[in-house]
């Protein structure tokens, strides 16, 4: 679905992904983990043409994506929520959803505002709200759902988890459950390995811009000097 090669980047003459690899199964749940400034957000990025690659290449449905631009790389079916989710704050939650809304794709699930209101159901009891008036969980809601009116066939999600509440937390994790039963693909960021527990099939950390380690969940449970290595603070 998405594969990453050697892939070089970075911010102007500081170099951030050095060599870095990654692949992303069709249906599957990848948590991509790491330290704050591993190189996490730089790779999503890279990847949406936020920013330009150097070298390697990314391919997404066996098409080369690499340095498209961003809208290009969109109407391919690559789906993008960025950490600060970047809602339409002086827009209601429905007209942040037609905002990115998108034609039916082959492949993909289709999307509609009332099956997104079944999966967000306090979306639904809160259409005619504006963005900027609502909680931070619920505007990460906001933020997937409207990534899904383009009816993607992946999705990247950059620290979905960040700064939500227990319960909030837990409800996100059951979206993105939801999101891997209809046939969607999900790369996520994340620090913490106790959320990526929640969803992910497989793990790859990366460390100072290079791919450490890539495996299932469980075998990063048994190997606990990964952990201490790469993950503790």
């Given at each position: 679905?998405?594969?990453?090669?050697?892939?070089?980047?970075?911010?102007?003459?500081?170099?951030?992904?050095?060599?870095?690899?990654?692949?992303?199964?069709?249906?599957?749940?990848?948590?991509?983990?790491?330290?704050?400034?591993?190189?996490?957000?730089?790779?999503?990025?890279?990847?949406?043409?936020?920013?330009?690659?150097?070298?390697?290449?990314?391919?997404?449905?066996?098409?080369?994506?690499?340095?498209?631009?961003?809208?290009?790389?969109?109407?391919?079916?690559?789906?993008?929520?960025?950490?600060?989710?970047?809602?339409?704050?002086?827009?209601?939650?429905?007209?942040?959803?037609?905002?990115?809304?998108?034609?039916?794709?082959?492949?993909?699930?289709?999307?509609?505002?009332?099956?997104?209101?079944?999966?967000?159901?306090?979306?639904?009891r809160m259409q005619a709200r504006r963005g900027g008036h609502m909680s931070g969980g619920e505007q990460q809601m906001l933020a997937i759902a409207r990534t899904l009116m383009?009816?993607?066939?992946?999705?990247?999600?950059?620290?979905?988890?960040?700064?939500?509440?227990?319960?909030?937390v837990e409800s996100v994790a059951a979206t993105i459950r939801e999101l891997k039963r209809e046939g969607l693909s999900v790369l996520l960021c994340e620090q913490n390995l106790?959320?990526?527990?929640?969803?992910?099939?497989?793990?790859?950390?990366?460390?100072?811009?290079?791919?450490?380690?890539?495996?299932?969940?469980?075998?990063?449970?048994?190997?606990?000097?990964?952990?201490?290595?790469?993950?503790?603070?």
């Amino acid at each position: 679905m998405l594969e990453l090669r050697r892939l070089n980047a970075g911010y102007g003459r500081a170099q951030v992904l050095f060599d870095f690899e990654l692949a992303l199964g069709a249906g599957e749940v990848v948590a991509l983990l790491g330290r704050n400034g591993a190189g996490k957000s730089t790779a999503l990025k890279t990847v949406m043409g936020l920013l330009q690659a150097v070298s390697g290449e990314v391919r997404f449905e066996n098409k080369s994506i690499k340095n498209l631009p961003s809208y290009q790389i969109a109407r391919h079916g690559l789906g993008y929520v960025p950490e600060e989710r970047r809602i339409f704050a002086d827009l209601t939650i429905a007209e942040n959803l037609e905002v990115g809304r998108r034609p039916p794709r082959d492949g993909a699930p289709h999307w509609t505002p009332e099956k997104l209101f079944d999966l967000f159901p306090n979306l639904g009891r809160m259409q005619a709200r504006r963005g900027g008036h609502m909680s931070g969980g619920e505007q990460q809601m906001l933020a997937i759902a409207r990534t899904l009116m383009g009816n993607p066939s992946a999705i990247l999600l950059d620290e979905p988890f960040e700064g939500l509440a227990p319960l909030i937390v837990e409800s996100v994790a059951a979206t993105i459950r939801e999101l891997k039963r209809e046939g969607l693909s999900v790369l996520l960021c994340e620090q913490n390995l106790r959320y990526a527990r929640l969803v992910a099939d497989r793990v790859c950390i990366i460390e100072k811009g290079r791919l450490c380690h890539a495996g299932s969940m469980s075998e990063l449970d048994t190997n606990p000097s990964l952990l201490q290595r790469y993950l503790s603070v």
